[in-house]
Nanobody
Framework: QVQLVESGGGLVQPGGSLRLSCAAS????????MGWYRQAPGKQRELVAT???????NYADSVKGRFTISRDNAKNTVYLQMNSLKPEDTAVYYC???????????????WGQGTQVTVSS
């Protein structure tokens, strides 16, 4: 019913920047929270940043001041601008959205397939 498609990952040198995008499509009535999570090899998936429909944001301490999350409600799209990237930011980045689909009375979480971000010289 709902698909999330991420784009924008890749290889970047330390100190560089990348911008991730995630577009949601399908039978969407409303999206409450959209967010980014990441999972490094051998580690658990962790929160990077979230943003609700009203624009309230939340960031992991490790990315505060370097990453910026934003969204375009009209396009059902969330972005993650990543600056001053560090090798420890290397991970697969996943998009998530809490979606109310047409005909449903409750929000459900959906996930994208992930996009690889590698920070290395």
């Amino acid at each position: 019913q709902v698909q999330l498609v991420e784009s924008g990952g890749g290889l970047v040198q330390p100190g560089g920047s990348l911008r991730l995008s995630c577009a949601a499509s399908g039978s969407i009535f409303s999206i409450y929270v959209m967010g980014w999570y990441r999972q490094a090899p051998g580690k658990q998936r962790e929160l990077v940043a979230t943003i609700n429909r009203g624009g309230t944001t939340n960031y992991a301490d490790s990315v505060k001041g370097r990453f910026t999350i934003s969204r375009d409600n009209a396009k059902n799209t969330v972005y993650l601008q990543m600056n001053s990237l560090k090798p420890e930011d290397t991970a697969v980045y996943y998009c998530s959205a809490a979606v109310l689909v047409f005909g449903s009375s409750s929000y459900h979480d959906y996930w994208g397939q992930g996009t690889q971000v590698t920070v290395s010289s």
